[in-house]
């Protein structure tokens, strides 16, 4: 976009010098007898103004707020990512699952089997069975003491081998919720050396780290799940900026290089400073995004508090010699029989910038009321004022 104009500049350059060169003697005459233009002045015939493509708009006012540019990735809550391991171990008899595959909360994952899930199968119903008999054996110890006939200690006893019982029962209750076994169905027709492995949530598997026939340890990711429902974004915030942002402020973002428009609303802001001298600032994603994932890299602009402010297009600004400027429409006039157009060259003051708009500041004296500007066409008109001297023949 920028070699298109600069090229378009040095087009309507040349086109200038050619019909400003191609003048008679009394053109020459004429030219010398013009008025001299003060620096601010730029004029142009109509078909220079053609030729520069100029166009003329007025000031608007719009709600602008100030935007703080910061880098980032997308994440997920730790409540929506899952990490999928087996508590015993165990070989993986089967499995249909492959990375980026959907899964749903309780999907089967994969089926693995293990010779220490029959043994704690065997040792639950054995503490059952033997629980059976102990508690009937403790209430009536129980009753025997209070009718004089058994010995305290003897109670005693029967009492702590009743509530040890209680305690392996539990423990290896506990155990099979673990594994995936629910020890209400369990009876002795129904021990198997096999267990399901299934989702803990609903979203998509990041990674699957095991295949049919390998030995799997406790320590083993066996699966990586995301739920990319409800996705967040981690951003990195300077020091120096810390008091800009807060909870509740909205911020767009991009993707890589995307043009598409993502939206995200501030949640949390991080109570310490790294090492790095940032801060992390925690965002919920609150638009629909296709393709956002996960571990992606994002630009993103947090809005400030917004103020009512006088704007132009970003392309209405020009610069030159450190400074910005804009072209006003002066008048229309004629010299030697031709028709002049007159613009003014005004110097401005650059503020919030925002969706191709730019705020600009005015002089004291500048009345906008009415003014005209030059909204398209103003990087030519630069042109034509740096290169004035050159347009004399």
């Not at 298109?4 to 500049?9: L, V």
């Not at 608007?60 to 899952?82: D, F």
């Not at 305690?167 to 209750?173: F, G, I, N, P, R």
């Not at 917004?306 to 010699?321: C, G, Q, R």
């Amino acid at each position: 976009m920028i070699k298109a104009t600069y090229y378009k500049a040095l087009l309507f350059i040349a086109l200038v010098l050619m019909v400003s060169c191609s003048g008679n003697k009394q053109q020459t005459v004429e030219t010398a007898m013009k008025e001299e233009l003060p620096d601010s002045i730029v004029e142009l015939r109509a078909d220079q103004i053609k030729m520069a493509e100029i166009e003329l708009g007025n000031f608007e006012t719009r709600s602008m707020g100030k935007i703080l540019k910061v880098n980032g990735k997308v994440t997920v809550a730790p409540q929506n990512s899952a990490t999928v391991c087996i508590p015993f171990g165990g070989f993986i008899k089967s499995t249909s699952m492959i990375p980026g595959n959907p899964v749903e909360k309780g999907q089967l994952l994969a089926i693995v089997s293990n010779q220490e899930f029959i043994d704690i199968q065997r040792g639950y119903l054995e503490a059952k069975n033997k629980l059976s008999f102990a508690e009937a054996d403790f209430k009536r110890h129980n009753v025997l003491y209070q009718n004089d006939v058994y010995s305290e200690q003897n109670l005693q006893q029967v009492t702590v081998e009743y509530k040890n019982l209680k305690a392996e029962l539990k423990s290896l209750e506990q155990k099979l919720v673990m594994i995936g076994l629910d020890p209400e169905k369990l009876t002795e027709d129904n021990i198997r050396s096999e267990v399901n492995l299934v989702s803990p949530l609903k979203g998509y598997l990041k990674t699957v780290n095991i295949n049919v026939g390998k030995f799997v340890s406790t320590t083993d990711v066996l699966f990586e799940i995301v739920n990319t429902d409800k996705l967040m974004l981690e951003l990195v915030l300077f020091e120096k900026d810390a008091d800009r942002v807060s909870a509740g402020q909205r911020l767009t973002f991009f993707i890589n290089d995307e043009s598409e428009t993502h939206e995200a609303v501030v949640y949390q802001t991080g109570k310490a400073v790294n090492d790095d001298k940032t801060i992390k600032v925690f965002a919920v994603v609150t638009s629909y995004c296709r393709n956002v994932l996960p571990g992606m890299y994002v630009n993103a602009f947090i809005e400030e508090s917004k103020d009512t402010v006088t704007v132009l297009p970003s392309e209405a600004i020009v610069s030159f010699n450190d400074k910005d400027y804009i072209f006003v429409y002066g008048k229309d006039k004629e010299e030697a029989g031709k028709p002049f157009t007159e613009y003014k060259m005004v110097e401005v003051m650059k503020g919030i910038v925002s969706a191709g708009y730019t705020e600009v500041r005015l002089p004291d004296w500048f009345g906008k009321v009415g003014a005209k500007v030059v909204i398209k066409g103003a990087y030519n008109l630069l042109s034509a004022k740096k290169n004035a001297g050159e347009m004399a023949c």
